[in-house]
């Protein structure tokens, strides 16, 4: 069964930082790419950062470069988002998805449940 538990999310006060996990089962993050996107309230989700190991291609939002770093411990089958100097903006509830192919625009066809993230001014 394939399954995507993320967590580490909480609230943290502005410029804080915090460190999402997304543990993978039923497949590998050697042969999927994975991806962290997010959901505020009242807006539409959005691709924050993706990685493909086999394709060696990664993406990151402009809004948290320099700010957000993706990673993948591929022996732990777990992807990470290390998030500093958090905003307001930032807050949302954030997603792990994979795929064989990922689109950091749409999205994958495995999801986690989401981890909320606040971030208080």
């Known amino acids: 069964e394939v399954q995507l538990v993320e967590s580490g999310g909480g609230l943290v006060q502005t410029g804080g930082s915090l460190r999402l996990s997304c543990a993978a089962s039923g497949f590998s993050f050697d042969d999927y790419a994975v991806g962290w996107f997010r959901q505020a309230p009242g807006k539409e989700r959005e691709g924050v950062s993706c990685?493909?190991?086999?394709?060696?291609?990664?993406y990151l939002r402009n809004s948290v470069k320099g700010r957000f770093t993706m990673s993948i411990n591929n022996a732990k089958n777990t992807a990470y988002l290390q998030m500093n100097n958090l905003k307001p903006e930032d807050t949302a509830v954030y997603y792990c998805?994979?795929?064989?192919?990922?689109?950091?625009?749409?999205?994958?066809?495995?999801w986690g449940q989401g981890t909320q993230v606040t971030v208080s001014s």
């Open positions: 990685i493909s190991s086999s394709a060696g291609s990664t």
């Open positions: 998805t994979a795929a064989l192919i990922l689109d950091c625009s749409d999205g994958g066809d495995y």
